[in-house]
């Protein structure tokens, strides 16, 4: 099979809101075209960016930074780091939904999609709705719950076809239905409880269908609709220090579906890369290693075909730069059963009785099976790729992963077989940290002495895989690194608090030099950008617009990426090209000439302070049970609270109390208002009548009228 064709260049039926730009000729090699001339990528020279340095030299990350990769987190729609200028690129799955008035959310009526590329559109309709059923409309999210964290302005949304698309949400303030195909929609993201994009079909033409949906970033419409250039300069900033990409959560490796076969791969044209089969498409992959001149590292299916691992080794061959080198994994921890991976692994391994001692093993049959099968599929793995890349296997580094609490595991999985021949690396992951609400009382206790021991413990583990390794003669990796925290994501989480208090920085670098001196040759940090929750605190930084002076883990391990460089990286971008100058300070130079504004300032050179603006409100404090009014003003950020109506309590006024529990006389109405029971009164019921059970208080008194056959004795 062909390796992956290019990246798709579609425009909308109407003409897109930009002209095409001068072609470059001859075309760029390893470059982008801008205004016809190219701009060549990281390390790469010449007219037509044709002059790549030899593997292991020039200023790029991988042949620089021979410490330090990053994990990449995975797409979606509430992801804070803006990967793709096509925000569509990571909306979630179609919800089926009703035009009846007080329907559900999602009606989970199914939704008859496209899955032919022989009609209208070809490829770029797959996955949309081909008919509507009766009363039918389906919807999809992006930029959901960033909590203000995107680009605001004018998005461009294009697509195919003929039919009815609405958007809104409270985010939307404009639309403009100005053409078929092309909608320009003002968009300001906040913390609102209906924020976000919803992108919405509402009729849809069966033989003309709406398709190939482009929801652009402001300014980015040339880049994403004529040219080749799908990631946000900003994106590629942050990336640029690092010499390894882990593209794990980018393929989907954690999830039950995967592609089995090589006509399963996810495809440029795939409608998203956050709902869709396998993730990320491997151009784009690809792309971004070739782009920043960093080396990828890549995650087979656990299921997938020696046919389908042969093609995607033979892609790479075929499209990756020729200075870079690939890692290669297969599946994702498996082992142990938590993945989807880890449990195929195990079935396949008792299946094709994998086992050496059986019972007998430290770890029991089923474990050895599962270890063995891991191990030995990974070397056949190898073999494939090495074959493939004949006469050039030094830049194949194929990895196998084990558990960091057990080197006798390890051992397992380069032993069972002789499975060491044919792996080059064993790889763990020495998280540190992890949060104890009755140990750690408090975040001084917390930062200054249980993170130094547990960094300490670690190391002691991470020890006995380098003995595991040097056996075999392999070198030691970390697949992942970092932070392991997690807490309650409460206001008090300690867990997040650490992550973004200052002494982290220290603690970052003490705990990258202490990996290092017990000679791991590579350490992947993960992971690259998100929020901080109860989930964990995996994010270098927690938004993509985040100020890098303000994120101490991210400080942290440029100080020691810096430390450690063998030559140095590219330059940034000029801060004296873009406003302000400098974006006065208070934002990111893009390499565009144009600056992203760090979140709490705008305005082209960022000089204007806005609020990022915080709202603990609910839904309009529980249906206008209270006033949403500003409780907190720190730093750039305002924090909207709930004042509640009297009698009306709990931060989003969701609880309603009368007085007195109505003295267990009346029944408590919404408004906090006690209905009494007949024969009593007052506000809260407390006044007895004296009806005895068979009258009730006469009306603004206190005297009984009495049931019909009763009177007052």
Same mark, same amino acid.
């Given at each position: 099979?062909?390796?992956?064709?290019?990246?798709?260049?579609?425009?909308?039926?109407?003409?897109?809101?930009?002209?095409?730009?001068?072609?470059?000729?001859?075309?760029?090699?390893?470059?982008?075209?801008?205004?016809?001339?190219?701009?060549?990528?990281?390390?790469?020279?010449?007219?037509?960016?044709?002059?790549?340095?030899?593997?292991?030299?020039?200023?790029?990350?991988?042949?620089?930074?021979?410490?330090?990769?990053?994990?990449?987190?995975?797409?979606?729609? /509430?992801?804070?780091? /803006?990967?793709?200028?096509?925000?569509?690129?990571?909306?979630?799955? /179609?919800?089926?939904?009703?035009?009846?008035?007080?329907?559900?959310?999602?009606?989970?009526?199914?939704?008859?999609?496209?899955?032919?590329?022989?009609?209208?559109?070809?490829?770029?309709?797959?996955?949309?709705?081909?008919?509507?059923?009766?009363?039918?409309?389906?919807?999809?999210?992006?930029?959901?719950?960033?909590?203000?964290?995107?680009?605001?302005?004018?998005?461009?949304?294009?697509?195919?076809?003929?039919?009815?698309?609405?958007?809104?949400?409270?985010?939307?303030?404009?639309?403009?239905?100005?053409?078929?195909?092309?909608?320009?929609?003002?968009?300001?993201?906040?913390?609102?409880?209906?924020?976000?994009?919803?992108?919405?079909?509402?009729?849809?033409?069966?033989?003309?269908?709406?398709?190939?949906?482009?929801?652009?970033?402001?300014?980015?419409?040339?880049?994403?609709?004529?040219?080749?250039?799908?990631?946000?300069?900003?994106?590629?900033?942050?990336?640029?220090?690092?010499?390894?990409?882990?593209?794990?959560?980018?393929?989907?490796?954690?999830?039950?579906?995967?592609?089995?076969? /090589?006509?399963?791969?996810?495809?440029?044209?795939?409608?998203?890369?956050?709902?869709?089969?396998?993730?990320?498409?491997?151009?784009?992959?690809?792309?971004?290693?070739?782009?920043?001149?960093?080396?990828?590292?890549?995650?087979?299916?656990?299921?997938?075909?020696?046919?389908?691992?042969?093609?995607?080794?033979?892609?790479?061959?075929?499209?990756?730069?020729?200075?870079?080198?690939?890692?290669?994994?297969?599946?994702?921890?498996?082992?142990?059963?938590?993945?989807?991976?880890?449990?195929?692994?195990?079935?396949?391994?008792?299946?094709?009785?994998?086992?050496?001692?059986?019972?007998?093993?430290?770890?029991?049959?089923?474990?050895?099976?599962?270890?063995?099968?891991?191990?030995?599929?990974?070397?056949?793995?190898?073999?494939?790729?090495?074959?493939?890349?004949?006469?050039?296997?030094?830049?194949?580094?194929?990895?196998?992963?084990?558990?960091?609490?057990?080197?006798?595991?390890?051992?397992?999985?380069?032993?069972?077989?002789?499975?060491?021949?044919?792996?080059?690396?064993?790889?763990?992951?020495?998280?540190?940290?992890?949060?104890?609400?009755?140990?750690?009382?408090?975040?001084?206790?917390?930062?200054?002495?249980?993170?130094?021991?547990?960094?300490?413990?670690?190391?002691?583990?991470?020890?006995?895989?380098?003995?595991?390794?040097?056996?075999?003669?392999?070198?030691?990796?970390?697949?992942?690194?970092?932070?392991?925290?997690?807490?309650?994501?409460?206001?008090?989480?300690?867990?997040?608090?650490?992550?973004?208090?200052?002494?982290?920085?220290?603690?970052?670098?003490?705990?990258?030099?202490?990996?290092?001196?017990?000679?791991?040759?590579?350490?992947?940090?993960?992971?690259?950008?998100?929020?901080?929750?109860?989930?964990?605190?995996?994010?270098?930084?927690?938004?993509?617009?985040?100020?890098?002076?303000?994120?101490?883990?991210?400080?942290?391990?440029?100080?020691?990426?810096?430390?450690?460089?063998?030559?140095?990286?590219?330059?940034?971008?000029?801060?004296?090209?873009?406003?302000?100058?400098?974006?006065?300070?208070?934002?990111?130079?893009?390499?565009?000439?144009?600056?992203?504004?760090?979140?709490?300032?705008?305005?082209?050179?960022?000089?204007?302070?806005?609020?990022?603006?915080?709202?603990?409100?609910?839904?309009?404090?529980?249906?206008?049970?209270?006033?949403?009014?500003?409780?907190?003003?720190?730093?750039?950020?305002?924090?909207?609270?709930?004042?509640?109506?009297?009698?009306?309590?709990?931060?989003?006024?969701?609880?309603?109390?009368?007085?007195?529990?109505?003295?267990?006389?009346?029944?408590?109405?919404?408004?906090?208002?006690?209905?009494?029971?007949?024969?009593?009164?007052?506000?809260?019921?407390?006044?007895?009548?004296?009806?005895?059970?068979?009258?009730?208080?006469?009306?603004?008194?206190?005297?009984?009228?009495?049931?019909?056959?009763?009177?007052?004795?």
């Amino acid at each position: 099979a062909a390796a992956p064709g290019a990246l798709p260049r579609s425009s909308a039926d109407a003409s897109p809101p930009v002209a095409q730009p001068p072609a470059c000729s001859p075309a760029c090699v390893y470059g982008s075209c801008v205004n016809g001339s190219c701009v060549c990528w990281a390390g790469v020279s010449g007219t037509s960016c044709d002059t790549v340095p030899s593997p292991g030299s020039g200023n790029t990350p991988s042949a620089c930074n021979q410490r330090v990769g990053i994990n990449l987190a995975g797409i979606s729609d /509430w992801a804070r780091g /803006w990967a793709f200028v096509d925000v569509f690129k990571a909306s979630r799955a /179609w919800i089926p939904q009703t035009f009846l008035s007080g329907g559900p959310w999602s009606t989970g009526v199914p939704i008859s999609l496209i899955n032919r590329t022989d009609g209208p559109g070809g490829r770029t309709a797959v996955g949309y709705p081909a008919v509507l059923a009766p009363l039918q409309k389906v919807s999809t999210l992006v930029e959901r719950d960033l909590q203000a964290h995107a680009p605001g302005g004018v998005y461009s949304v294009l697509y195919d076809g003929k039919g009815s698309l609405e958007l809104g949400m409270s985010d939307v303030k404009d639309v403009a239905y100005l053409v078929p195909g092309y909608i320009p929609v003002t968009f300001y993201p906040s913390t609102d409880f209906n924020n976000g994009l919803l992108v919405q079909i509402e009729r849809t033409d069966p033989q003309d269908p709406i398709r190939n949906i482009r929801v652009i970033m402001p300014g980015y419409e040339q880049a994403a609709v004529w040219g080749d250039q799908p990631f946000h300069p900003a994106f590629l900033e942050f990336l640029r220090p690092f010499g390894v990409l882990r593209f794990m959560d980018w393929m989907h490796s954690n999830a039950e579906a995967l592609p089995k076969e /090589w006509d399963e791969r996810p495809r440029p044209e795939d409608i998203s890369f956050a709902s869709n089969l396998g993730g990320v498409p491997l151009e784009y992959m690809i792309k971004l290693a070739n782009m920043l001149g960093t080396d990828p590292w890549f995650n087979m299916p656990f299921a997938a075909s020696d046919d389908y691992v042969t093609q995607f080794a033979t892609a790479v061959r075929d499209t990756l730069r020729p200075d870079l080198r690939v890692y290669v994994e297969y599946g994702n921890e498996l082992w142990h059963t938590g993945f989807p991976g880890g449990r195929y692994a195990q079935a396949m391994g008792l299946a094709m009785n994998l086992t050496e001692q059986g019972d007998k093993w430290y770890g029991g049959a089923t474990n050895e099976a599962r270890l063995c099968f891991t191990g030995q599929r990974t070397a056949n793995i190898s073999k494939i790729w090495k074959a493939v890349w004949a006469g050039h296997t030094e830049r194949v580094i194929v990895v196998v992963s084990g558990q960091v609490s057990s080197n006798i595991s390890s051992d397992k999985l380069l032993s069972c077989g002789n499975a060491s021949k044919h792996i080059d690396a064993l790889a763990i992951a020495p998280y540190f940290g992890s949060y104890n609400a009755t140990r750690d009382t408090n975040l001084t206790i917390f930062m200054n002495t249980t993170l130094p021991a547990q960094i300490n413990d670690i190391m002691e583990q991470v020890k006995r895989h380098v003995v595991v390794a040097a056996k075999y003669g392999k070198p030691l990796l970390a697949y992942e690194a970092g932070q392991g925290m997690a807490g309650d994501g409460s206001s008090t989480d300690l867990a997040i608090q650490a992550n973004r208090d200052p002494a982290m920085a220290g603690i970052y670098r003490t705990y990258m030099e202490a990996l290092a001196a017990v000679n791991i040759s590579r350490i992947v940090h993960y992971s690259s950008i998100g929020s901080y929750t109860k989930y964990g605190s995996w994010g270098l930084m927690e938004a993509q617009d985040g100020d890098p002076s303000e994120a101490p883990k991210y400080q942290g391990l440029m100080s020691y990426i810096n430390s450690s460089l063998t030559c140095a990286l590219p330059d940034p971008p000029d801060p004296s090209t873009c406003p302000g100058p400098g974006c006065s300070g208070n934002g990111l130079c893009l390499a565009n000439g144009r600056c992203m504004c760090y979140s709490g300032f705008s305005g082209d050179d960022c000089s204007n302070v806005t609020y990022v603006e915080v709202y603990n409100c609910g839904y309009k404090c529980t249906f206008d049970q209270g006033w949403c009014n500003v409780s907190t003003i720190t730093k750039r950020t305002r924090t909207w609270s709930c004042t509640c109506k009297p009698n009306i309590t709990g931060l989003t006024c969701s609880i309603v109390s009368c007085p007195n529990n109505c003295n267990w006389n009346g029944e408590c109405l919404d408004q906090g208002i006690c209905a009494c029971y007949p024969g009593y009164t007052g506000a809260d019921c407390s006044v007895d009548c004296g009806c005895g059970g068979h009258g009730r208080c006469a009306a603004n008194s206190t005297s009984c009228i009495c049931d019909v056959g009763w009177k007052q004795g």
